[in-house]
């Protein structure tokens, strides 16, 4: 049966990528420290359940979401879909307001894939727990999310347009260093931190679709110079996002002291 | 028994929580924007299903296995005193599970692709497999070299923000030099380094270590490793272009 089949596929490659993470662990454990693993059998089934859950997981991404949204975002970029007629329309079919349909969608897939992001979901319950509640692993996830959307939105209008990526990276580079001043102290290594977790297992495949369905239907873009990209502003904007975030929280505790007293 | 029933129950409402706006996205593009009806309505619920029990899974064996193992050995390192030995772990942990990443192979199959179109390489197999290969190297290398330097600057409570200053600064750099057709490369894959396995585990390492070293404080001090793994491969990237070219 092929859903048999393609589960021990997906389980076989789950496996060999925990494998050489597993040999460095528990190499390092026995041969260097020379010390036994705490609760063994535990951290044992717990490697299990990772393994088996993060194969139901892209299994269920691979026969459901994938294809879904990788036709949604080949029907939003299409170019009878998008009123692009190549031959006819010549530079106004470069008019960046045309496309406002893709950078809703951009957002709305960058929102939503992030939320569901297993690597986010494992640094926030982290950060919960250090910061004794005082950080909510929903209001970091729901920042990130939406730190995203405004990311992959950004860089889907720079596909439109053609501009140069290093700019908007650049620009992105001096607001993270002017909100870092400002920013409280405590936030600022998750913030740098959740930059590097949003785009793994679920967002890449989906955004990196709408990417190449993008420069490919553009009049003037190469799907392989523009096509890329999107990835790095998915990157920058959640640091920026979740800054901000600190600092409305920040803010607004302040007012209340304010208030109160 | 009840109880165990009931904590599964509760996590699988969550990860249906978080899967919902996914299925809203879709739901309203496909039938409000473009009207078209959603194919094979089935197969989606069950798809839906298996990506809820998945990530519900994944967050037990979180908490049961890679967060305890991750901290656990970070405690131990840090009692144990040797630099050397957590240095060696930590490099051999980022350069360990980068290497055999399977986005990061992509990527590089990818480059090598635009590589060749540009000119840079020759256009065949060899050489565009010696160009992808090199590629992983250098970006395997470079997380290595990340998460080695974020132990460092725990241990020695060096503030997270000059180092990633200093890092953007040597993007900046790097990018006015390096050849145009690798850049967008290299900034992805910035992105792709850090896996679903490996995120987990090296933030368990640095919470452990700032917790067991005196004077440093697992919010401020034990996040920002995943930063550098996500700064040093675009140096690296743009790096081994210019070294090619």
């Known amino acids: 049966m092929s859903f048999l089949d393609q589960f021990f596929d997906i389980l076989l ?57 990788k036709l949604l975002a080949q029907q939003l970029t299409d170019p009878a879909f998008l009123g692009i007629d190549p031959a006819a329309d010549g530079l106004a079919a470069i008019d960046w307001t045309r496309y406002v349909w893709v950078y809703l969608f951009a957002a709305a897939i ?73 920013c409280p102290k405590p936030i600022i290594a998750l913030a740098y931190d959740s930059g590097g977790v949003t785009t793994s297992t679920v967002t ?44 409305i929280g920040d803010w607004y505790s302040r007012r209340l002291a304010k208030k109160s007293r | 028994m009840t109880k165990l029933l009931k904590n599964a129950l509760k996590s699988l409402l969550d990860s249906g929580r978080d899967l919902l706006p996914i299925v809203l996205v879709i739901g309203v593009f496909e039938l409000l924007v473009l009207r078209q009806p959603i194919p094979n309505l089935l197969e989606l619920a069950f798809g839906v299903l298996l990506v809820m029990v998945g990530l519900s899974l994944f967050v037990q064996g979180l908490q049961l296995g890679l967060f305890p193992i991750g901290e656990g050995m970070a405690h131990s390192f840090a009692s144990k005193g040797s630099i050397l030995w957590l240095g060696l772990f930590a490099f051999a942990l980022g350069f360990g599970t980068t290497v055999a990443e399977p986005a990061l192979i992509a990527v590089a199959d990818e480059a090598a692709r635009v590589a060749a179109e540009g000119g840079m390489i020759e256009r065949d197999e060899e050489s565009m497999g010696t160009y992808a290969d090199g590629l992983r190297l250098a970006v395997a290398l470079s997380v290595g070299v990340a998460i080695l330097l974020g132990v460092i600057r725990i241990i020695f409570g060096w503030p997270v923000q000059y180092l990633i200053l200093g890092g953007y600064i040597g993007v900046v750099i790097m990018t006015a030099f390096a050849p145009e057709e690798i850049i967008g490369i290299a900034y ?35 996040f920002g490793l995943i930063a550098f793994a996500s700064l040093t491969p675009m140096i690296f990237v743009m790096g081994y272009g210019m070294l090619i070219q």
């Open chain 2, 188 to 222: 992805d894959s910035g992105g792709v380094t850090t896996s679903t396995i490996t995120v987990p585990l090296v933030t368990a390492l640095g919470v452990g270590l700032s917790t067991s070293i005196a004077g440093r404080n697992p919010l401020t001090d034990g």
């Open chain 1, 204 to 247: 890449v495949p989906l955004v990196a679709a709408l990417g190449l369905g993008l420069a490919t239907n553009i009049p003037g873009r190469n799907p392989m110079l523009d096509g890329f990209g999107l990835i790095a502003f998915a990157s920058l904007f959640p640091i920026m996002a979740v800054m901000a975030y600190a600092q």
């Open chain 1, 110 to 182: 960058g929102f939503s894939t992030t939320i569901a992001e297993p690597s986010l979901l494992a640094v926030a319950l982290k950060a919960q727990q250090v910061s004794g509640g005082s950080v909510g692993a929903t209001g970091l996830r729901v920042a990130v999310a939406l730190g995203v959307a405004v990311g992959i939105a950004l860089g889907s209008y720079r596909i439109v347009t053609g501009t140069p990526l290093h700019y908007y990276i650049i620009v992105g580079y001096i607001l993270v260093m002017i909100q870092t001043l400002y």
């Open chain 1, 13 to 69: 490659s789950t496996l060999l990528d925990v494998l050489p993470i597993a040999a460095i662990l528990f190499g390092f454990q026995y041969l260097v420290l020379r010390r036994p693993v705490p609760h063994l059998r535990r951290v044992l089934a717990g490697f299990a359940l990772v393994i088996l859950g993060l194969s139901f997981f892209l299994m269920g991404l691979e026969r459901a979401l994938f294809p879904l949204g």
